[in-house]
């Protein structure tokens, strides 16, 4: 498979037209990544986005207590990205990626994507959109967990 | 202050071109809510996003247990937009939005608002990443949310 079909195998890049796909696959850059390594660490700046191309990673959260747990499991076959969020409003990552095999991976930082959307407004238009519905849902899912914690918060004041 | 006076307080709004804010102007619909009026009902399907043109409105959310409380109370001098969740995602909505005080608003429909993004696409990004940026924050507001209710819930439990 050429660098092209992986590239379109992406939900993320799968209606962008041949031309803007060639313009964005050349300010994509390589990235391995050992087991065990982290991709992105909680709290850090950095503003890359990565599509995840071969491995699977953990997404890790840390508590208030300090604990971390693992809040999704990725792998390649699920063509997803990661990293978007501080690729957008360049805050501290909200999570750390956890490399839990070695990982291939392609990775476009803040400047880039910005250039790219600029320069290929049409292709912008879809990346953004595609990203936007994917933070969408994530709101909608924290909505549902907090509901859920909340839940349990008055069931266990009740009960006390 | 003529109507793009109007329109450029808007954040969302004050960075794309005269062309295109022309052109999006031609596409949103004044709508009037009197007091206690709900603009937005959580759960039903419904796709427009709203700019808040004049007055208050309150933010409401529904617990598990059927209560409502209010997560957020907007008002014309925020110069804010709501309802991009669904805009985006055309999913139910997931907060009901309510007439504190009679309200006029400019509200884009979702057809609407993805044929500017298609037709405009310098115009689409620029709105695009504006409400992907507040999508963010929203998200990272919701984590910090999950983090309390979670630490308060683990301290009931280690009390009781």
Chains 1, 2 share one sequence.
Do not use: W
Not at 17 to 40: C, K, P, V, W
Not at 127 to 144: A, D, T
């Amino acid at each position: 498979m050429d660098s092209m079909n992986i590239l379109r195998a992406f939900p993320l890049l799968s209606s962008i037209s041949q031309t803007d796909l060639t313009a964005l696959s050349s300010l994509l850059q390589a990235r391995h990544f050992s087991q065990g390594e982290n991709i992105i660490t909680e709290g850090e700046d950095s503003d890359d986005m990565y599509l995840l191309i071969k491995g699977t990673v953990d997404i890790i959260k840390k508590t208030v207590f300090g604990d971390t747990f693992v809040v999704a499991t990725i792998d390649d076959s699920m063509h997803s990205v990661f990293g978007e969020m501080a690729l957008l409003d360049h805050d501290k990552r909200s999570s750390t990626v956890n490399a839990r095999t070695d990982c291939e991976t392609l990775c476009i930082d803040r400047v880039s994507f910005d250039r790219f959307c600029q320069e290929h407004p049409e292709g912008g238009v879809k990346l953004l959109r595609f990203i936007g519905v994917n933070l969408v849902r994530n709101i909608r899912k924290e909505n549902e967990n907090l509901k859920m914690v909340y839940q349990a918060l008055i069931e266990e004041i009740e009960q006390s």
